[in-house]
C-alpha cells in the first residue's frame, strides 16, 4: 500500500483540496486581522483612558505602529492579488482563453482555473526558491508576469531562497519574542496573534503586538493560579533548554530541506509542517508557564543568529565566487510575487529585531530607527524602481540610509549575540546553510 501525502490530492487538474487551503487561508488571514483589529479598539477606549498620564502610550508611538500595521496589510494584499493574477494570466494563456470575459462567466471560469491550478504549491515554491527538480516560476517581462521553467533561473532561484531563509528565520525570533512578551504583559487572545503571524508575514502581526502592548501598563503581569507572575524570572530547567534548542534546529533543518524537496511528494506535507512549528512558541510558553519554569530565550538567539551569519556567508560566496551581481542579487527579493510578498518585509523585520532585544518597550529609539530605516529602506528600493534612479545609485543609497539609522541597532544585536553563552552554539548553527546544496553548487 502506498504511502498518503497531501501532494496525491493537490494536484491539478483536480486540485480540490489545494484551492480549500488557499481560500481557507485568505479567508482566516482577513478574519484574524478583523478580530485583533476589534480587540485593540476595545482595549485602547476601555483601558487606555484609565491609565495614569505617566503610562499613556504616546500618540505618536501609536500613529507610527497604526500606520506600519495599514502599510504591512495593504503591500501584503496588493503582492498576493499580484500572485493570483499571474496565474490567471498564465493559466489563460495555456488554455487559449481571453483575459477578459462575461460576468455570468466570473464563477465557472475562476473555479476552473483554481482547481487546474497548483496555486498554493506554485506559491510554496517560490517562496523557497528552486530545488534540484525545477519547477514552475514566473517572470516579469513587458505586458506582466510570465510562466517560464525554473531551470532557466537557477542562480535566481538561489538568490531568492537566501531572502526567504532570513525572513522565514525572523518570523520564528519573532514568535519566540512576542510569546514570552504576552503572557508576561497578560495579553490577551495571544493565540490570535500567533495564528495570524502563521499566515501573514510577521511584520504585520508584530505591529499589532506593538500597539497591543503600548496600550497595557508597563507593570502588568497576569498571575496565575498560585498567584505567581508569569512575567516574572522563572527558572530554567534542562528539559527547557533541550526544547528550546530542538524546536529552532528543527525548524532550521527542515527550512533548508524545503529548497531540495520540491519535485518531491512530500513538499507541501513537509511546508505545512514549517508553517506549524511557527506556532511551537505559543505552546512552549503555555506549558512553560503552566509548569513554573521559564523558556529560555538564549538558544534561540544563539540558533537564528549563527543562521543569518551563515545565510550572509553564502551571500558573500554567491557574490565573491560565483561572481553574482549585487544589485541582482537585492533585486531577487521582488523576483516574482511570492518572492515579493516576504521580500518586502525583510528590512522592517531585521531592523526592529536588535532593539526588541534589548527592550521591553517597543516605543525604545533602537525600536524606533530600526522600524524607520525599513521603511526608507523598503520605499527606496522597491517604491522608485521605475522612476529616474539608476539601479546601481538607487542601491548605494539604499545601504547608505540603512548603515546610518539602523547603526545602533546593528551594534546591540551584534553585542548580544557574541556573547560568552553563544560560543558554542552560534558557529555550530551559522555552518548549517553552507551545507546546503545550493551553496555547494
Not at 196 to 211: E, K, R, V
Not at 332 to 356: H, I, M, Q, V
Request: with cysteine; glycine share 10%.
Amino acid at each position: 500500500m502506498s504511502s498518503f501525502s497531501l501532494a496525491d490530492i493537490s494536484n491539478p487538474p483536480h486540485n480540490y483540496t489545494g484551492t480549500l487551503l488557499f481560500i481557507a487561508y485568505i479567508v482566516a488571514a482577513l478574519e484574524l486581522s478583523q478580530h485583533l483589529t476589534t480587540r485593540l479598539l476595545f482595549l485602547h477606549e476601555s483601558r487606555t483612558s484609565r491609565l495614569p498620564a505617566s503610562q499613556r502610550p504616546s500618540p505618536a508611538h501609536l500613529l507610527l505602529f497604526s500606520s506600519l500595521a495599514a502599510l504591512s496589510f495593504a503591500v501584503l494584499s496588493f503582492h498576493m492579488l499580484s500572485f493570483l493574477l499571474a496565474s490567471y494570466s498564465a493559466w489563460c494563456v495555456a488554455n487559449g482563453f481571453p483575459r477578459v470575459f462575461a460576468m455570468r462567466e466570473l464563477m465557472p471560469r475562476l473555479w476552473s482555473w483554481m482547481t487546474e491550478s497548483a496555486l498554493f504549491t506554485t506559491f510554496a515554491r517560490d517562496l523557497v526558491g528552486v530545488g534540484a527538480g525545477g519547477t514552475a516560476g514566473w517572470r516579469e517581462e513587458e505586458g506582466g508576469w510570465v510562466e517560464v521553467r525554473r531551470e532557466q533561473e537557477q542562480e535566481r532561484g538561489q538568490q531568492v531562497w537566501v531572502w526567504t531563509g532570513m525572513v522565514v528565520a525572523g518570523m520564528m525570533v519573532g514568535g519566540q519574542w512576542m510569546a514570552r512578551k504576552g503572557r508576561g504583559r497578560g495579553v490577551s487572545h495571544l493565540w490570535a496573534y500567533f495564528a495570524l503571524g502563521q499566515i501573514l508575514p510577521m511584520s504585520f502581526t508584530l505591529n499589532l503586538f506593538f500597539i497591543t502592548l503600548l496600550c497595557l501598563p508597563k507593570t502588568e503581569a497576569r498571575k496565575t493560579e498560585k498567584g505567581r507572575e508569569t512575567g516574572s524570572a522563572g527558572s530554567s530547567s534542562p528539559s527547557a533548554m533541550l526544547g528550546a534548542y530542538g524546536i529552532g534546529g528543527l525548524f532550521m533543518v527542515v527550512l533548508y530541506s524545503l529548497s531540495n524537496l520540491q519535485a518531491s511528494r512530500w513538499f507541501m506535507d513537509l511546508f505545512l509542517f514549517m508553517r506549524l512549528l511557527l506556532f511551537a512558541p505559543y505552546l512552549i510558553h503555555s506549558v512553560a508557564g503552566n509548569g513554573g519554569w521559564e523558556f529560555p530565550l538564549d538558544p534561540v538567539w544563539e540558533l537564528m543568529g549563527g543562521v543569518f551569519l551563515g545565510l550572509w556567508v553564502v551571500v558573500l560566496k554567491l557574490v565573491l565566487v560565483d561572481g553574482q551581481n549585487v544589485v541582482e542579487l537585492v533585486a531577487a527579493a521582488r523576483s516574482n510575487p511570492a518572492a515579493r510578498f516576504l521580500g518586502f518585509f525583510f528590512w522592517p523585520e531585521a531592523d526592529a529585531a536588535p532593539g526588541l532585544l534589548d527592550s521591553d518597550d517597543p516605543a525604545d529609539e533602537d525600536a524606533f530607527f530600526g522600524l524607520l530605516s525599513g521603511l526608507i529602506v523598503v520605499f527606496c528600493g522597491f517604491g522608485l524602481e521605475r522612476f529616474w534612479f539608476c539601479r546601481a545609485r538607487r542601491l548605494s543609497s539604499v545601504l547608505w540610509i540603512e548603515a546610518t539609522l539602523s547603526g545602533r541597532s546593528s551594534v546591540a544585536l551584534l553585542g548580544r549575540w557574541i556573547g560568552p553563552s553563544n560560543y558554542c552554539a552560534a558557529p555550530i548553527a551559522s555552518l548549517i546553510p553552507l551545507l546546503h546544496p545550493l551553496s555547494l553548487q
